[in-house]
C-alpha cells in the first residue's frame, strides 16, 4: 500500500473514532428495540462499542401507555462497574476502557416495547 492510502485510512479511522466518542451531542449511533418485561426486568441489550473514555446519551420510550424503567450498566472507572436506573434519557461517560455498556428495561405494570436511541 502507498504511503499516501495508509494515511487516508489512518485519518477516516481517526475521523469515525472521534465521531462516536463525541456523540453526546446529537449525533445517532444506534437505535435499537428492546422489550421491558411485566414487573421484571427484561433481557440485557448491547448497545455499541467503545475504545477509551466515550459519553452516550441513551433515550427511550414506551410503545403504549405502561410506564417503562431503564437500567443502564457501564465501566465509571477501570476498577469500578455500576448500574443506574432511569427515566426516559440518561447521559454518562465511561472511564477509559474498551467495553460495550448494557441496558435493560421494566414495565409497570405491564410488558411492553421500547424504542431506543443512543446518542
Given at each position: 500500500?502507498?504511503?499516501?492510502?495508509?494515511?487516508?485510512?489512518?485519518?477516516?479511522?481517526?475521523?469515525?473514532?472521534?465521531?462516536?466518542?463525541?456523540?453526546?451531542?446529537?449525533?445517532?449511533?444506534?437505535?435499537?428495540?428492546?422489550?421491558?418485561?411485566?414487573?421484571?426486568?427484561?433481557?440485557?441489550?448491547?448497545?455499541?462499542?467503545?475504545?477509551?473514555?466515550?459519553?452516550y446519551t441513551?433515550?427511550?420510550?414506551?410503545?403504549?401507555?405502561?410506564?417503562?424503567?431503564?437500567?443502564?450498566?457501564?465501566?465509571?472507572?477501570?476498577?469500578?462497574?455500576?448500574?443506574?436506573?432511569?427515566?426516559?434519557s440518561?447521559?454518562?461517560?465511561?472511564?477509559?476502557?474498551?467495553?460495550?455498556?448494557?441496558?435493560?428495561?421494566?414495565?409497570?405494570?405491564?410488558?411492553?416495547?421500547?424504542?431506543?436511541?443512543?446518542?
Open positions: 500500500m502507498k504511503k499516501t492510502a495508509i494515511t487516508a485510512v489512518a485519518m477516516m479511522t481517526l475521523v469515525a473514532a472521534a465521531a462516536m466518542s463525541s456523540a453526546g451531542g446529537g449525533t445517532i449511533k444506534e437505535r435499537l428495540n428492546c422489550y421491558a418485561g411485566p414487573s421484571v426486568w427484561g433481557p440485557e441489550t448491547r448497545v455499541i462499542a467503545h475504545l477509551g473514555a466515550s459519553t441513551i433515550d427511550y420510550e414506551a410503545v403504549g401507555s405502561t410506564v417503562v424503567i431503564g437500567q443502564v450498566t457501564y465501566w465509571e472507572t477501570k476498577d469500578k462497574q455500576v448500574t443506574k436506573e432511569f427515566n426516559k440518561i447521559t454518562f461517560r465511561t472511564a477509559d476502557v474498551a467495553a460495550q455498556p448494557t441496558i435493560r428495561f421494566k414495565g409497570v405494570p405491564t410488558g411492553s416495547a421500547v424504542k431506543v436511541t443512543v446518542k
